[in-house]
T-cell receptor, first 113, second 113 residues
């Protein structure tokens, strides 16, 4: 099955710094989502991005489907950005009954004041 | 539009008991998926329901079951609880499942003593 790898696994930043999180996937996928899980466990949708680039405030994401990776950029980080960032891919329709979200293990981000 | 709701938010049970968790999807969404999240295993897919039918199932024992009602609300049940069932249980709602964007509820944190 599809493997999703995220890097780095852990990241510590000073407030105001920029960072790039990476998500690699091992096969073609139908779509990709980035999530932020806050310290209370809530998964918050960041981007739904099969290809191209999207921006939302200080965050942006780029997916290059042909090269099987996606990047999440966080600029001018704030302490509220702390938490775990997950990448999840939607398997291709050819997967039949195995169509579902496949998750990476996440990047744990700590932003210090 | 209201988001995905899950009840209860916290639950403490003892080994051998059973538990029922509830999830109400976003209005108009017909697909509900359930995930188990533990520190060691990350997010694991349990099952997906669409129009009251289980459409997809993960690799969990038969003690884990679910159902979906005509209003798209879903319940999952875990019988004969084990210590290893302690986890955050997350429910995701989407319009049709499959390739559609998934939106998550706040989760139910289950502790088995």
């Amino acid at each position: 099955g599809i493997q999703v790898e995220q890097s780095p696994p852990d990241l510590i930043l000073q407030e105001g710094a920029n960072s790039t999180l990476r998500c690699n996937f091992s096969d073609s996928v139908n779509n990709l989502q980035w999530f932020h899980q806050n310290p209370w466990g809530q998964l918050i949708n960041l981007f739904y991005i099969p290809s191209g680039t999207k921006q939302n405030g200080r965050l942006s994401a780029t997916t290059v489907a042909t090269e099987r990776y996606s990047l999440l950029y966080i600029s001018s980080s704030q302490t509220t950005d702390s938490g775990v960032y997950f990448c999840a891919v939607h398997t291709h329709p050819n997967a039949g009954n195995n169509r579902k979200l496949i998750w990476g293990l996440g990047t744990s981000l700590a932003v210090n004041p | 539009k209201a988001g995905v709701t899950q009840t209860p938010r916290y639950l403490i049970k003892t080994r051998g008991q059973q538990v029922t968790l509830s999830c109400s999807p976003i209005s108009g969404h017909r697909s509900v998926s359930w995930y188990q999240q533990t520190p060691g295993q990350g997010l694991q897919f349990l099952f997906e329901y669409f129009s009251e039918t289980q459409r997809n199932k993960g690799n969990f024992p038969g003690r884990f079951s679910g159902r979906q009602f005509s209003n798209s609300r879903s319940e999952m049940n875990v019988s004969t609880l084990e210590l290893g069932d302690s986890a955050l249980y997350l429910c995701a709602s989407s319009f049709r499942g499959e390739n559609n964007e998934q939106f998550f509820g706040p989760g139910t944190r289950l502790t088995v003593l």
